[in-house]
């Protein structure tokens, strides 16, 4: 018997749901973007904040030019009724909390794409054994290629020091190696780097507890994704 979408996400801690939002409603958002990025390169005086930026660390870039932009609507146009219904039906009860949305916007061309020195993280400390905190959305506005500086999550990485998965202090370690040895050891501790790349519309679904991090943009593209958090009650 085939897994459910929900037993999928349990084990592995994301779902990705390709073409979840209409191509027409996202292709509106990202043209706001496009509006608003070619009006801060156009302000008056010639001083563009977007130049200031790659004077800036990597992943500091994102916050900045994330901040910059705003797009009315865009919580309302991605955090649907019916994104809100498949988060519970994966928590298993309605979300007592939601955040508001935010964009996650970073410039192209960083550098060159790496596994090293990222930014591994859980926005909330929460066990393993215990019930699922929250989902967290990731949205994907324009068409975002692998290496195009998409949201990086580790699947599998929730469930850290519970019987038959890698010790959380054996997976901070193989995180410091280096980009060769990085992706075979985390292959043999079972656990699996999933890059949000794909179509606009999609949208990836993440148990909070996961680890996940910025990634370089490698590409010519500006990475238009955004991000929203929802809480259960625990
Ligand atoms: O910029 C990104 O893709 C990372 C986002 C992230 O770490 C977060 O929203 O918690």
Known sequence: MNASPTDLFVDQGYLRLEGFHPKK????????????????????????PLGSLQKLPVFQQIGKLSALVKVPGLHAALVTPSLIERVAQL??????????????LSPPHQGTWTLEGLNWHVDIAARPQG?????????????????????????????????????????REVLKATNEDMARDLAQLGIGIVEMSGRAGDVFL?????????????????????????????
């Open 25 to 48: 409603q996202v292709a509106g958002i990202r043209q706001k973007l496009l509006d608003e990025l070619k009006r801060l390169k156009a302000l008056p005086g010639g001083k563009s």
């Open 91 to 104: 928590g298993g009860r309605a979300p007592t909390g939601i955040q508001d949305t935010q964009l996650l």
């Open 131 to 171: 019930p699922l905190p929250g989902v967290q959305a990731f949205f994907l506005i324009d068409d975002v290629a692998p290496g195009g500086g998409a949201t990086l999550a580790l699947a599998g990485s929730h469930r850290v020091d519970m019987p038959g998965r890698p010790s959380a202090s054996r997976l």
């Open 206 to 234: 993440m148990d909070l507890r996961l680890l996940h991090t910025p990634s370089v943009n490698a590409t010519k593209n500006v990475r238009m994704m955004a991000t929203a958090r929802c809480f259960f009650n625990t």
